[in-house]
């Protein structure tokens, strides 16, 4: 079977560097791809979030039996409605069910109506009103765009000053688009004794009947060590997560993960795909901090390498609503992934610089996000440029063999958190 990838990041790179070991697998496009894409799959130059061309494209490829669709754009847009109405067999859910990452609002009222623990919020489509329950509430306090911002439209604010600011760039200046049509104001969860609480991000794969989560992983959202710095789309990842207990997976598998499907499926919103659950540890019990309806980046760069079961298998029966059928399996062990930025990311960043990449060592692998080949030569082409990720049978071994690694590749401007694996106390 050939296979069409949509996306062009380092989760897409893993996603088809999963696919190519399949044995129901014989060629794969990926649209748009990326230069490391380009050494499994025939990278396909069309926008993705144009739903008629791709919708043109497969058609003009009976060959293409089967569409991955990665990114959050395209599913929020409808493209899996848009290939499914056309005859096309996708992995990824509608634009209804989407809907749980693509309105902050739609998620928050969901787990109101069906008890799911998350932090205590008011929705907000007039700026006035939104200022006035801020003057009278606590700090800190969570403003979130409703829409999908690329993972920065949410602020933690301290102070009443950073709030109103808050609301006055989200709801009046609009930078966020029309994504701050409306604004989630929110209670700031914490862990014990106000510290700040762990977060795990647990991804599952569902096709509306049965969920199966995937290894745990914890993911690095701020640009610089020790959590500084401004948000970012993320800075590496490890997996497994050290306060993940068997325990806390029933919990969460029991108060969250299952009622949520079956509020979808209540909601005539019928999840089938990945869907992410970001998680945080309160003195409450665990807590939702967001829903994503779709593979996280950088968390599938240590997720899927532990796979052992055939991806393919799995994304075939979601499409045909038999996961239950399917065992899957994991690898014992860890994995971790430094992420590799632009100077300068997440803010302005120059594109184009040379990467030069030296002999990595055995169980070390790169995925590549922002890079492109130009006359032969491996240029930097995005803000994220190469996750570099290791496998170890601990946290300990993979994170030290992933950085021993890193000091193998070079670009000018290049950027990196030298911390990742060691929170939680994930190395002992
Ligand atoms: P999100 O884009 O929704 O994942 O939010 C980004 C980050 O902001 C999360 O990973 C948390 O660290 C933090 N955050 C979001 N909502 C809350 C909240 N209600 N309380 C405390 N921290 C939060
Ligand atoms: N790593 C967070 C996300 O994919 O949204």
Redesign the pocket.
């Known amino acids: 079977m050939n296979v069409l990838v949509i996306g062009n990041g380092g989760r897409e790179h893993a996603i088809v560097a999963a696919l190519a070991k399949s044995p129901s697998v014989d060629k794969i496009y990926c649209m748009k791809g990326n230069a490391g894409i380009a050494e499994l799959a025939e990278c396909v130059n069309v926008d993705y979030c144009d739903l008629k061309a791709v919708g043109d494209w497969v058609d003009a490829h009976p060959d293409v039996q089967y569409t991955v669709i990665a990114p959050d754009d395209p599913l929020a847009l409808g493209l899996a409605d848009e290939l499914e109405s056309r005859g096309h067999r996708v992995f990824g859910p509608n634009k209804k069910a989407a809907e749980i990452e693509s309105s902050k609002a739609f998620a928050k009222a969901l787990m109101k109506k069906y008890n799911i623990p998350t932090?205590a919020y008011e929705i907000f489509d007039d700026y006035e009103k939104a200022l006035a329950y801020v003057e009278k509430g606590k700090f800190p306090v969570?403003l979130?765009a409703d829409g999908l911002a690329l993972?920065k439209g949410?602020l933690?604010c301290e102070t009443l000053q950073q709030a109103k600011d808050g609301l006055k760039q989200i709801m009046l200046d609009k930078a966020f688009g029309a994504a701050g049509n409306k604004v989630v104001v929110?209670?700031?969860?914490t862990g014990k004794e106000f510290t700040p609480?762990e977060?795990v991000s647990v991804l599952t794969f569902t096709d509306g009947k049965t969920i199966v989560p995937m290894i745990p992983s914890c993911d690095h959202?701020r640009a610089l060590d020790g959590d500084k710095g401004l948000?970012t789309g993320g800075m590496g990842t490890f997996t497994p997560c050290p306060f993940y207990t068997k325990e806390i997976a029933d919990e969460v598998m029991n108060n969250i993960l299952l009622p949520t499907v079956r509020a979808m499926n209540a909601e005539g919103r019928t999840f089938k795909g990945v869907l992410y659950f970001?998680l945080?540890r309160t003195p409450d019990g665990m807590k939702v901090?967001?829903y994503n309806s779709r593979f996280g980046d950088p968390e599938t760069q240590v997720v899927l390498p532990m796979l052992k079961t055939d991806l393919m298998e799995i994304f075939q029966a979601i499409t045909d609503e038999r996961l239950a059928d399917v065992k899957i399996e994991w690898e014992d062990g860890a994995c971790v992934c430094v992420v590799l930025a632009s100077g300068g990311y997440p803010q302005s960043y120059a594109k184009g610089k040379q990467i030069t990449i030296g002999d990595l060592d055995k169980d070390v692998f790169l995925y590549h996000a922002g890079t492109a080949r130009e006359n032969g030569m491996l240029k930097t082409s995005g803000g994220r440029v190469i996750g570099v990720c290791a496998k170890g049978r601990t946290v300990k071994e993979a994170r030290a063999k992933a950085y021993a690694n890193v000091k193998k590749i070079s670009f000018e401007g290049m950027q990196y958190r030298t911390d990742i694996g060691i929170k939680y106390n994930a190395e002992e």
């Open positions: 932090a969570v979130k993972g949410v933690i929110e209670e700031f969860l609480g977060e959202k948000n970001g945080m901090v967001e």
